[in-house]
């Protein structure tokens, strides 16, 4: 396999969460964000969790040093010039990506591929502005992306078959679990979680239920690991509310669309567990657990 060194442009809790399985799988990782704060905070939040990961025995404490020397926090695209591979994490939003992989494809060689991690926005429209359309590919990580291993994979109109074929053969090498979709919205994942995290969110608009009772009923019965309000604490209102955004202007569905509720919460700054207040109240606002 050609990868060796990867990029993650964008350090929210996505490509955190993604940086970690990069370096976790033993690659040089360079993450990559315009703001030196939030590349603090994922340097922070990175080391913390695999040094948890330590603690609780799922990772070698020999191999925590080497992990570590792994990881470049960088602000400037120049600095992702030798990366073979850079995965954009940055919101739901085209025009955000457009500009992001624009600025990539003048600092890149032409052979550097470019996945996204978008969950609803067509990988054809992405890979249209990014100046290499025949190298990018959609590659959709679950959130939380260190925890979970399904990856969803889609090729464009435009991607090269040699493209898909390595980016696959990259995702196996994470130690994560590929499966092959159509560029369809929402791919397969989304395309029924966001209007049923909508649905959730709407049971607390009407009163139905408080959100600890609905996380619960969804946990017990359908055998979650994790109700849909507590997940969409750790997404966050801001994010949903793009998502749904996104997905409803792609497929009218009325289901998809934003609940009034979320713009409240966001008004009120009760974004989820990275504000400490959302559907549920949190003791602090670290994201990820080991």
Known sequence: MTIKTVGVAGCGTMGTGIAIVALRAGFETLVYDTNSEAVTN???QIAAFLQ???????????ALPKILENFRGVTKSEAMANCDIVIEAVYEDLGAKHALLQSLHRVCPPETIFASNTSTISITEIAGGSGRPDRTVGMHFCLPAQLMKLVEMSSGLTTSDDTFIETWNFCEALGQEPV???DTP???LNHFVIPFNNDAIRLVEQGVADADQIDKAVEVALGYPMGPLKLLDLIGMDTQKLLS??????????RAACPALVKR??????????????????????????
């Not at 948890?52 to 020999?62: E, F, N």
């Not at 955004?245 to 009325?254: D, N, R, V």
């Not at 009120?268 to 990275?274: E, H, I, Q, S």
Request: aromatic share 8%; proline share 0%.
């Open 52 to 62: 948890k990961s330590v603690a609780r025995g799922k990772l070698d404490a020999d």
């Open 186 to 188: 929402g791919f397969i």
């Open 180 to 182: 092959k979709t159509q």
């Open 245 to 254: 955004e996104a997905m409803y202007g792609l497929t009218h569905e009325s």
């Open 42 to 44: 994922a340097q922070r």
């Open 265 to 290: 919460m966001i008004a009120a700054n009760r974004l989820g567990k990275k504000t400490g207040d959302g559907f549920h109240t949190y003791g602090d606002s670290k994201t990820f657990g080991a």
